[in-house]
Protein backbone atom coordinates (compact mmCIF):
# COMPACT_ATOMS: atom_id res chain seq x y z
CA UNK A 1 0.00 0.00 0.00
CA UNK A 2 2.52 2.41 1.29
CA UNK A 3 4.50 1.58 -2.49
CA UNK A 4 1.02 2.26 -4.39
CA UNK A 5 1.05 6.01 -2.94
CA UNK A 6 4.29 6.86 -3.01
CA UNK A 7 3.85 5.91 -6.56
CA UNK A 8 0.97 7.50 -7.11
CA UNK A 9 2.70 10.93 -5.15
CA UNK A 10 5.04 10.52 -7.70
CA UNK A 11 3.36 10.68 -11.21
CA UNK A 12 1.49 13.39 -9.59
CA UNK A 13 5.32 15.12 -8.94
CA UNK A 14 5.75 14.23 -12.68
CA UNK A 15 2.50 15.54 -13.92
CA UNK A 16 3.25 18.98 -11.93
CA UNK A 17 6.53 19.71 -13.81
CA UNK A 18 6.63 22.53 -16.36
CA UNK A 19 6.79 21.05 -20.17
CA UNK A 20 7.77 22.01 -23.17
CA UNK A 21 10.11 24.78 -24.26
CA UNK A 22 9.84 27.38 -21.64
CA UNK A 23 10.46 25.19 -18.60
CA UNK A 24 10.90 27.18 -15.81
CA UNK A 25 11.19 24.33 -13.11
CA UNK A 26 11.18 20.81 -13.23
CA UNK A 27 11.09 17.86 -10.93
CA UNK A 28 14.13 15.85 -12.11
CA UNK A 29 14.91 13.11 -9.49
CA UNK A 30 12.17 11.63 -6.86
CA UNK A 31 13.58 9.48 -4.11
CA UNK A 32 11.16 8.12 -1.69
CA UNK A 33 8.90 10.33 -1.56
CA UNK A 34 11.03 13.47 -1.85
CA UNK A 35 11.54 15.60 -5.43
CA UNK A 36 14.09 17.20 -6.30
CA UNK A 37 14.05 19.86 -8.58
CA UNK A 38 16.01 22.04 -11.24
CA UNK A 39 15.60 24.53 -9.34
CA UNK A 40 17.91 22.69 -6.39
CA UNK A 41 20.27 21.50 -8.98
CA UNK A 42 21.11 25.15 -10.45
CA UNK A 43 20.90 27.21 -7.13
CA UNK A 44 23.67 25.21 -5.47
CA UNK A 45 25.47 25.21 -9.01
CA UNK A 46 25.89 28.99 -8.41
CA UNK A 47 26.68 28.69 -5.00
CA UNK A 48 29.47 26.12 -5.17
CA UNK A 49 31.26 27.08 -8.79
CA UNK A 50 34.09 25.51 -9.61
CA UNK A 51 34.87 23.67 -6.61
CA UNK A 52 32.54 20.66 -7.97
CA UNK A 53 34.18 17.36 -9.42
CA UNK A 54 33.01 16.27 -12.22
CA UNK A 55 29.06 17.37 -13.88
CA UNK A 56 27.07 19.45 -11.42
CA UNK A 57 24.07 17.77 -13.20
CA UNK A 58 25.31 14.38 -11.91
CA UNK A 59 27.02 15.71 -9.27
CA UNK A 60 24.89 17.68 -7.34
CA UNK A 61 21.35 15.88 -7.91
CA UNK A 62 23.36 12.50 -6.29
CA UNK A 63 24.01 14.77 -3.39
CA UNK A 64 20.80 15.79 -2.77
CA UNK A 65 19.44 12.25 -3.19
CA UNK A 66 22.07 11.10 -0.70
CA UNK A 67 20.88 13.63 1.85
CA UNK A 68 17.52 12.38 1.12
CA UNK A 69 18.25 9.03 2.37
CA UNK A 70 19.59 10.34 5.74
CA UNK A 71 16.59 12.95 6.32
CA UNK A 72 14.24 9.79 5.63
CA UNK A 73 16.15 8.12 8.09
CA UNK A 74 16.38 10.66 10.91
CA UNK A 75 12.63 10.77 10.69
CA UNK A 76 12.43 7.18 11.12
CA UNK A 77 14.76 7.55 13.84
CA UNK A 78 12.97 10.43 14.96
CA UNK A 79 15.84 12.06 15.09
CA UNK A 80 15.28 16.13 15.26
CA UNK A 81 16.51 19.56 15.22
CA UNK A 82 14.44 22.26 16.74
CA UNK A 83 14.16 25.87 15.24
CA UNK A 84 16.20 27.18 18.21
CA UNK A 85 19.33 24.62 17.15
CA UNK A 86 18.90 25.73 13.58
CA UNK A 87 18.85 29.61 14.20
CA UNK A 88 22.16 29.02 16.25
CA UNK A 89 23.71 27.77 13.42
CA UNK A 90 22.59 29.59 10.75
CA UNK A 91 23.63 33.12 13.04
CA UNK A 92 27.28 31.44 13.59
CA UNK A 93 27.66 30.23 10.05
CA UNK A 94 26.16 34.13 9.14
CA UNK A 95 28.50 35.86 11.31
CA UNK A 96 31.49 33.32 9.56
CA UNK A 97 30.82 34.43 6.55
CA UNK A 98 30.46 38.27 7.15
CA UNK A 99 33.61 38.51 9.17
CA UNK A 100 35.05 36.55 5.87
CA UNK A 101 33.47 39.22 3.73
CA UNK A 102 34.31 42.63 5.80
CA UNK A 103 30.33 43.45 5.92
CA UNK A 104 26.67 42.84 5.74
CA UNK A 105 26.49 44.23 2.52
CA UNK A 106 29.74 43.19 0.78
CA UNK A 107 28.71 39.46 1.95
CA UNK A 108 25.23 40.42 0.00
CA UNK A 109 27.22 41.64 -3.07
CA UNK A 110 29.57 38.53 -3.46
CA UNK A 111 26.11 35.97 -2.88
CA UNK A 112 24.20 38.20 -5.10
CA UNK A 113 21.38 38.61 -2.86
CA UNK A 114 19.61 39.97 -0.09
CA UNK A 115 20.06 38.68 3.59
CA UNK A 116 16.81 37.62 3.85
CA UNK A 117 17.08 34.72 1.20
CA UNK A 118 20.97 34.27 2.43
CA UNK A 119 19.22 33.08 5.50
CA UNK A 120 16.43 31.22 4.35
CA UNK A 121 18.65 29.39 2.25
CA UNK A 122 21.37 28.39 5.03
CA UNK A 123 18.24 27.31 7.09
CA UNK A 124 17.64 24.71 4.82
CA UNK A 125 21.08 23.93 4.31
CA UNK A 126 22.07 23.62 7.90
CA UNK A 127 19.13 21.95 9.09
CA UNK A 128 19.51 18.93 6.94
CA UNK A 129 23.62 19.21 7.51
CA UNK A 130 22.55 19.00 11.05
CA UNK A 131 19.85 15.68 10.77
CA UNK A 132 23.00 14.37 8.49
CA UNK A 133 25.52 14.42 10.45
CA UNK A 134 22.94 13.07 13.78
CA UNK A 135 22.17 10.19 11.47
CA UNK A 136 25.87 9.24 10.97
CA UNK A 137 26.74 9.53 13.99
CA UNK A 138 23.93 7.61 15.88
CA UNK A 139 24.98 4.70 12.67
CA UNK A 140 28.26 5.17 13.41
CA UNK A 141 28.31 5.48 17.35
CA UNK A 142 30.18 2.23 18.03
CA UNK A 143 32.81 2.11 15.91
CA UNK A 144 36.23 2.54 17.68
CA UNK A 145 39.87 1.91 16.36
CA UNK A 146 42.40 0.95 19.26
CA UNK A 147 46.12 1.46 18.87
CA UNK A 148 47.41 -1.24 17.19
CA UNK A 149 44.75 -0.99 14.65
CA UNK A 150 46.24 2.31 13.69
CA UNK A 151 50.11 1.12 13.83
CA UNK A 152 49.05 -1.91 11.25
CA UNK A 153 47.16 0.35 9.42
CA UNK A 154 50.32 2.72 8.76
CA UNK A 155 52.88 0.19 9.21
CA UNK A 156 53.91 -0.25 5.37
CA UNK A 157 52.39 3.01 4.10
CA UNK A 158 54.83 5.19 1.94
CA UNK A 159 55.97 8.52 3.52
CA UNK A 160 54.65 10.52 0.50
CA UNK A 161 51.21 8.22 1.45
CA UNK A 162 50.48 9.56 5.04
CA UNK A 163 48.04 11.87 5.10
CA UNK A 164 49.15 15.59 4.95
CA UNK A 165 48.55 18.27 7.48
CA UNK A 166 48.33 21.88 6.43
CA UNK A 167 49.92 24.26 8.36
CA UNK A 168 48.14 24.41 11.83
CA UNK A 169 48.25 27.18 14.69
CA UNK A 170 47.00 26.85 18.42
CA UNK A 171 45.57 31.15 19.65
CA UNK A 172 44.78 32.41 23.36
CA UNK A 173 42.45 35.02 23.15
CA UNK A 174 41.19 37.81 25.77
CA UNK A 175 38.18 39.59 25.15
CA UNK A 176 36.82 42.48 26.86
CA UNK A 177 32.70 43.72 25.73
CA UNK A 178 32.75 47.21 25.21
CA UNK A 179 30.70 49.09 28.01
CA UNK A 180 26.92 49.64 27.43
CA UNK A 181 25.77 52.56 29.67
CA UNK A 182 22.81 52.16 31.84
CA UNK A 183 20.79 54.90 29.71
CA UNK A 184 20.74 52.66 26.57
CA UNK A 185 19.89 49.07 28.56
CA UNK A 186 17.07 50.47 30.19
CA UNK A 187 15.94 52.02 26.71
CA UNK A 188 16.31 48.52 25.29
CA UNK A 189 13.91 47.04 28.26
CA UNK A 190 11.62 50.20 28.34
CA UNK A 191 11.02 49.16 24.49
CA UNK A 192 10.75 45.59 24.80
CA UNK A 193 8.18 46.20 27.98
CA UNK A 194 6.07 48.74 25.64
CA UNK A 195 5.77 45.53 23.02
CA UNK A 196 4.89 43.47 25.79
CA UNK A 197 1.98 45.92 27.05
CA UNK A 198 0.78 46.03 23.59
CA UNK A 199 0.27 41.88 23.23
CA UNK A 200 -1.31 41.69 26.93
CA UNK A 201 -3.76 44.33 25.78
CA UNK A 202 -4.62 43.07 22.31
CA UNK A 203 -2.88 45.62 20.88
CA UNK A 204 -1.09 43.87 18.43
CA UNK A 205 0.28 40.27 17.51
CA UNK A 206 3.64 39.14 19.13
CA UNK A 207 4.80 37.64 15.85
CA UNK A 208 4.17 40.69 14.25
CA UNK A 209 6.00 42.42 16.57
CA UNK A 210 9.02 39.84 15.95
CA UNK A 211 8.52 40.09 12.04
CA UNK A 212 9.11 43.57 12.32
CA UNK A 213 11.94 44.37 15.63
CA UNK A 214 13.37 41.06 16.77
CA UNK A 215 17.05 41.16 16.25
CA UNK A 216 16.97 37.25 15.51
CA UNK A 217 16.78 37.59 11.62
CA UNK A 218 16.10 33.26 11.63
CA UNK A 219 13.07 33.52 14.05
CA UNK A 220 11.53 36.93 13.05
CA UNK A 221 11.16 35.68 10.02
CA UNK A 222 8.61 32.70 11.66
CA UNK A 223 7.26 35.83 13.60
CA UNK A 224 9.61 34.91 16.57
CA UNK A 225 8.44 31.35 16.58
CA UNK A 226 11.59 28.88 17.85
CA UNK A 227 9.88 25.88 16.84
CA UNK A 228 10.19 22.77 19.65
CA UNK A 229 13.11 22.74 21.89
CA UNK A 230 14.55 21.34 25.18
CA UNK A 231 16.02 23.31 28.23
CA UNK A 232 19.53 22.47 27.24
CA UNK A 233 18.88 23.63 23.66
CA UNK A 234 19.23 27.33 24.81
CA UNK A 235 20.70 29.89 26.93
CA UNK A 236 20.21 28.39 30.21
CA UNK A 237 18.62 32.00 31.32
CA UNK A 238 16.42 32.17 28.57
CA UNK A 239 15.46 28.54 29.29
CA UNK A 240 14.86 29.09 32.63
CA UNK A 241 12.40 32.19 32.07
CA UNK A 242 10.54 30.26 29.11
CA UNK A 243 10.12 26.77 30.44
CA UNK A 244 8.64 28.60 33.50
CA UNK A 245 5.90 30.08 31.20
CA UNK A 246 2.11 28.59 31.51
CA UNK A 247 0.01 30.40 29.74
CA UNK A 248 0.01 31.63 26.05
CA UNK A 249 -1.76 34.60 26.60
CA UNK A 250 1.40 36.01 28.94
CA UNK A 251 4.22 37.74 27.61
CA UNK A 252 7.38 36.87 30.25
CA UNK A 253 9.31 39.82 31.91
CA UNK A 254 12.49 40.89 30.01
CA UNK A 255 15.05 38.44 30.40
CA UNK A 256 18.78 38.69 29.63
CA UNK A 257 20.76 35.86 28.02
CA UNK A 258 24.42 36.41 26.38
CA UNK A 259 22.73 37.30 22.52
CA UNK A 260 20.88 40.42 24.42
CA UNK A 261 17.60 41.07 25.60
CA UNK A 262 14.36 38.96 25.06
CA UNK A 263 10.53 39.21 25.80
CA UNK A 264 8.86 34.97 25.56
CA UNK A 265 5.67 33.88 24.71
CA UNK A 266 4.76 30.45 25.40
CA UNK A 267 2.91 28.48 22.34
CA UNK A 268 2.35 25.22 23.45
CA UNK A 269 4.22 22.20 25.74
CA UNK A 270 4.96 19.08 24.60
CA UNK A 271 6.59 16.21 27.01
CA UNK A 272 10.39 17.81 28.63
CA UNK A 273 10.39 20.61 24.92
CA UNK A 274 8.24 23.60 24.62
CA UNK A 275 7.47 25.71 21.54
CA UNK A 276 7.56 29.72 21.89
CA UNK A 277 8.33 32.86 20.20
CA UNK A 278 10.63 35.68 21.31
CA UNK A 279 11.60 39.24 20.06
CA UNK A 280 15.62 40.24 20.67
CA UNK A 281 16.90 43.58 21.17
CA UNK A 282 20.55 43.91 21.37
CA UNK A 283 21.68 47.53 22.98
CA UNK A 284 23.76 49.60 20.40
CA UNK A 285 26.98 50.56 21.57
CA UNK A 286 28.48 54.08 21.55
CA UNK A 287 31.63 54.24 19.24
CA UNK A 288 33.48 56.14 21.94
CA UNK A 289 32.94 53.21 24.32
CA UNK A 290 34.65 50.73 21.75
CA UNK A 291 37.59 53.29 21.51
CA UNK A 292 37.80 53.38 25.25
CA UNK A 293 37.78 48.95 25.41
CA UNK A 294 40.55 48.97 22.40
CA UNK A 295 42.67 51.30 24.66
CA UNK A 296 41.67 49.28 27.93
CA UNK A 297 43.21 46.07 25.97
CA UNK A 298 45.98 48.02 24.30
CA UNK A 299 47.18 49.14 28.52
CA UNK A 300 46.57 45.21 29.30
CA UNK A 301 48.74 43.85 26.30
CA UNK A 302 51.48 46.09 27.87
CA UNK A 303 51.37 45.59 30.59
CA UNK A 304 52.10 41.71 29.58
CA UNK A 305 54.74 42.23 27.57
CA UNK A 306 56.35 44.41 30.55
CA UNK A 307 55.47 40.94 32.85
CA UNK A 308 53.52 42.40 35.05
CA UNK A 309 51.39 39.27 34.49
CA UNK A 310 50.70 36.80 31.95
CA UNK A 311 48.31 36.19 29.08
CA UNK A 312 47.01 33.59 30.81
CA UNK A 313 46.64 34.85 33.80
CA UNK A 314 45.25 37.96 31.86
CA UNK A 315 42.85 35.58 29.94
CA UNK A 316 41.36 33.91 32.81
CA UNK A 317 40.89 36.47 35.23
CA UNK A 318 40.25 39.68 32.47
CA UNK A 319 39.19 37.93 29.86
CA UNK A 320 35.06 38.30 29.09
CA UNK A 321 34.63 35.36 26.91
CA UNK A 322 33.93 32.99 29.01
CA UNK A 323 34.28 29.94 26.18
CA UNK A 324 37.79 30.01 26.83
CA UNK A 325 38.31 31.65 30.06
CA UNK A 326 38.79 28.88 31.76
CA UNK A 327 40.91 27.22 29.46
CA UNK A 328 43.72 30.57 29.66
CA UNK A 329 42.17 31.74 27.00
CA UNK A 330 43.30 28.82 24.47
CA UNK A 331 40.53 28.94 21.44
CA UNK A 332 39.06 25.21 21.04
CA UNK A 333 38.39 23.80 17.36
CA UNK A 334 35.27 21.59 17.64
CA UNK A 335 34.83 19.55 14.33
CA UNK A 336 31.16 19.23 13.17
CA UNK A 337 30.92 16.51 11.70
CA UNK A 338 32.97 13.98 14.55
CA UNK A 339 32.01 16.36 17.67
CA UNK A 340 36.42 16.11 17.78
CA UNK A 341 37.52 18.82 20.13
CA UNK A 342 41.01 20.07 19.35
CA UNK A 343 42.71 23.45 20.02
CA UNK A 344 44.80 23.43 16.74
CA UNK A 345 43.03 25.19 13.86
CA UNK A 346 43.79 25.04 10.00
CA UNK A 347 44.10 28.81 9.05
CA UNK A 348 40.61 28.96 7.25
CA UNK A 349 38.62 27.24 10.18
CA UNK A 350 39.18 30.27 12.58
CA UNK A 351 37.15 33.58 12.59
CA UNK A 352 37.99 35.51 10.09
CA UNK A 353 39.30 38.66 11.62
CA UNK A 354 41.43 36.06 13.79
CA UNK A 355 42.70 34.60 11.09
CA UNK A 356 43.71 37.54 8.75
CA UNK A 357 45.80 38.73 11.94
CA UNK A 358 47.74 35.54 13.61
CA UNK A 359 48.72 35.10 9.72
CA UNK A 360 51.68 37.13 9.88
CA UNK A 361 52.72 36.84 13.49
CA UNK A 362 55.19 35.13 15.23
CA UNK A 363 55.16 32.19 18.10
CA UNK A 364 54.56 34.33 21.28
CA UNK A 365 53.45 37.51 19.43
CA UNK A 366 50.36 39.54 20.92
CA UNK A 367 48.53 41.10 18.71
CA UNK A 368 47.16 44.70 18.82
CA UNK A 369 43.74 45.59 19.56
CA UNK A 370 41.03 45.16 16.99
CA UNK A 371 36.96 44.10 17.05
CA UNK A 372 35.15 41.29 15.61
CA UNK A 373 31.90 39.56 15.66
CA UNK A 374 31.65 37.28 18.06
CA UNK A 375 29.64 33.28 17.94
CA UNK A 376 26.44 35.54 19.67
CA UNK A 377 26.83 38.29 17.11
CA UNK A 378 28.09 40.55 19.30
CA UNK A 379 31.00 43.20 18.28
CA UNK A 380 33.77 42.69 21.01
CA UNK A 381 37.19 43.85 21.71
CA UNK A 382 40.07 41.37 21.64
CA UNK A 383 44.03 40.61 21.47
CA UNK A 384 45.23 37.30 20.42
CA UNK A 385 48.67 35.09 21.56
CA UNK A 386 49.97 33.13 18.65
CA UNK A 387 51.13 30.12 21.14
CA UNK A 388 52.27 27.35 18.43
CA UNK A 389 52.23 27.28 15.04
CA UNK A 390 52.74 23.31 13.37
CA UNK A 391 54.10 23.86 9.58
CA UNK A 392 52.81 22.02 6.91
CA UNK A 393 53.88 17.94 6.76
CA UNK A 394 53.45 14.48 6.61
CA UNK A 395 52.09 12.88 9.53
CA UNK A 396 54.05 10.48 11.87
CA UNK A 397 52.71 7.91 14.17
CA UNK A 398 54.84 9.62 16.64
CA UNK A 399 53.76 13.10 16.46
CA UNK A 400 50.41 13.19 14.94
CA UNK A 401 48.78 9.66 16.13
CA UNK A 402 45.92 11.44 17.35
CA UNK A 403 44.94 12.27 14.36
CA UNK A 404 46.11 9.44 12.28
CA UNK A 405 43.39 7.61 14.52
CA UNK A 406 40.53 9.98 13.96
CA UNK A 407 41.71 9.41 10.05
CA UNK A 408 41.57 5.72 10.54
CA UNK A 409 37.85 5.96 12.56
CA UNK A 410 37.16 8.17 9.56
CA UNK A 411 37.72 6.14 7.21
CA UNK A 412 35.66 2.98 8.95
CA UNK A 413 33.08 5.41 9.37
CA UNK A 414 33.08 6.36 5.94
CA UNK A 415 33.04 2.97 4.58
CA UNK A 416 30.24 2.07 6.92
CA UNK A 417 28.33 5.04 5.66
CA UNK A 418 28.76 3.93 2.16
CA UNK A 419 27.73 0.66 2.65
CA UNK A 420 24.54 1.94 4.23
CA UNK A 421 24.21 4.45 1.33
CA UNK A 422 24.08 1.23 -1.00
CA UNK A 423 21.48 -0.71 1.04
CA UNK A 424 19.33 2.42 1.44
CA UNK A 425 19.37 2.57 -2.63
CA UNK A 426 18.07 -1.12 -3.13
CA UNK A 427 14.72 -0.44 -0.81
CA UNK A 428 14.04 3.01 -2.06
CA UNK A 429 12.09 4.25 -4.74
CA UNK A 430 14.22 6.12 -7.14
CA UNK A 431 12.98 8.00 -10.45
CA UNK A 432 14.93 10.40 -12.21
CA UNK A 433 14.11 11.98 -15.47
CA UNK A 434 15.43 11.16 -18.66
CA UNK A 435 18.67 12.64 -19.61
CA UNK A 436 19.41 13.57 -16.11
CA UNK A 437 20.77 9.81 -15.00
CA UNK A 438 23.25 9.16 -18.31
CA UNK A 439 26.12 9.92 -15.17
CA UNK A 440 29.09 7.93 -13.72
CA UNK A 441 27.55 8.18 -10.19
CA UNK A 442 29.76 7.49 -6.96
CA UNK A 443 27.01 5.03 -6.36
CA UNK A 444 25.59 2.85 -9.13
CA UNK A 445 22.92 2.32 -7.44
CA UNK A 446 20.41 5.37 -8.42
CA UNK A 447 19.34 3.47 -11.78
CA UNK A 448 17.49 0.41 -11.66
Known sequence: MKRLICCALVSMLWTASFSQNDVV?????????????????????????????GNPYCAIPEQLAVQKLFLHQAELDSITASEGEVNQYVDAEINRRVMMAGSKEKLEEYMRMPMTQIREELTELKRAELL??????????????TPAEVRRHYKDMPEDSLPFI??????????????????????????????????????????????????????????????FFGKADMDPAFSNVAFSLTDPRKVSKVVQSEFGFHIIQLIE??????????????????????????????????????????????????????????NHGLMVNTKESTGERT?????????????????????GEISKPFTMIDSKGREVCAIVKLKNRIPAHRASITEDFQILKGAVEEQKRSEYIQ???????????????????????MYPGWVK
Open 269 to 326: KRGDKIRARHILRRPEVDPKDIEACLARLDSISQDIKDERFTFDIGAREISDDKDTRN
Open 166 to 227: PTQVEVQILVQHPKITREEIERVKSQLRGWSERVTSGTTSFSALARMFSQDEGSARQGGDLG
Open 25 to 53: DEVVWVVGDEAILRSDVERLRNDYGNTIK
Open 419 to 441: KWIREKQKSTYIRIKQGWGECEF
Open 343 to 363: TRFEMGELPGEISRIVNGMEI
Open 132 to 145: AQRVTQQLTKDIKV
